[in-house]
């Protein structure tokens, strides 16, 4: 099972930049596929989520309206579209697989990828 997230780098504030997770070695359309986020000194929290079943989409309140999760079965990609960022979205961003009963609950995802860093700064 591989999760492969790429896409991070520095962003101006008010700017915006797509997170990509390519992932492979499980059944894509069965899994959920959650971002989660890690700033320095927090916790890791959920950001966005997109189900396997039938792609029902779920976002944290901190990010909803400013980012859009969208899959592409065909490729087995995830991807996160971040706009209007703020130096608060500043973070290492991680893509995982899952099961989860809870949308954006980092604790029932099963595998993970390694994270890319997003800086936003003015």
């Known amino acids: 099972v591989q999760l492969q997230a790429s896409g991070g780098g520095l962003v101006r504030v008010g700017g915006s930049t797509r997170l990509s997770c390519v992932t492979s070695?499980?059944?894509?359309?069965?899994?959920?596929i959650g971002w989660f986020r890690q700033a320095p000194g927090k916790e890791r929290e959920g950001v966005s989520s997109?189900?396997?079943?039938?792609?029902?989409?779920f976002y944290s309140n901190s990010v909803k309206g400013r980012f859009t999760i969208s899959r592409d079965i065909a490729n087995n990609t995830v991807s996160l579209q971040m706009s209007s960022l703020k130096p608060e979205d500043t973070a290492v961003y991680y893509c995982?697989?899952?099961?989860?009963?809870?949308?954006?609950?980092?604790?029932?995802?099963?595998?993970w990828g390694q994270g890319t860093l997003v800086t936003v700064s003015s």
């Open positions: 997109i189900k396997g079943f039938d792609g029902s989409t």
């Open positions: 070695g499980f059944d894509f359309d069965y899994y959920a």
């Open positions: 995982a697989a899952g099961h989860p009963t809870l949308p954006l609950l980092r604790y029932e995802y099963d595998y």
